[in-house]
């Protein structure tokens, strides 16, 4: 007896995960923040398995039975004690080539779900421009997401990729990859795309920024209150509350600090704006 395309034993989660999977990866592909076959998306099915984008595919035109459930070894779980998990389209296909690099990020992060990368255009440009986007610019992404930090380059898809992102993924849920993408995390597919999205969308901001020439300060006291607003949903990681006071230049978040520089700067190449 079969559930539609999928064989008995697959469970409800890892069919809504499939299918969560594709409106992911045409959002990714429509959104312009993979090109070819770049990107994957994968997820925790249980403590033991994963379920992965294949290699190879374009990922706005797959389909839930193309997907790849693996284990903490990237090998692909076939029929044994998990059941038929390597059936239909995906029989052929291996999982992503950059797998290694999701693995790691769910032994740092016990706590999280899904991981998405991409390979966001603008974002992308900036690491290779050597401009950082662990700046403190946007209200949203500081309650958010905190800081967006920049890893060491590494080849794409070896293992030192996997490498580069173990000290920051700790403590970030989401990270640029130098010279190469973006990797989000979250407690969905959608949620680590929503992360994805918000860090195109700084990227943009932050060479608009650039273009302009100049920006302003957080007046004094907001930068606590957003710390603030961060600590209160429960989203402040390790080490955040002063890696953002670093970053924003606020001596101990208050509003009873000196007021901070509020001529307008002048950002290039020689700025804080620099890895
Ligand atoms: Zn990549």
Known sequence: MSYGIYPRGVTTTERALREEFVRV???MHSRNYVAATDGNISARLDDDRFLVTPSGLSKG??????MVVIDWDAKPVGMGAYGPHRYGAARDLRPSSEIYLHLEAY??????????HAHPPTAVALSIAGISMARCLLPEVIV????????EYAMPASPEGATVIRDLIKNHD???LQRH?????GSSPFDAYLKLEKVEHTAEITLRLLQIGQEQPFPPGAVGQLVARRQDQGLMLPGQFEEIQSACNVCGLSTHCPLPERQPRPISSGSSLRI
């Open 144 to 151: 958010t997401l905190g800081l967006i930090p920049t890893t």
């Open 61 to 66: 035109f797959m389909t839930p039975d193309q």
């Open 25 to 27: 990866g045409q959002l």
């Open 181 to 185: 993408g973006s990797v989000t995390v």
């Open 107 to 116: 032994r740092q992060r016990p706590d999280i779900r899904a991981v998405v």
């Open 174 to 176: 989401a990270i640029i």
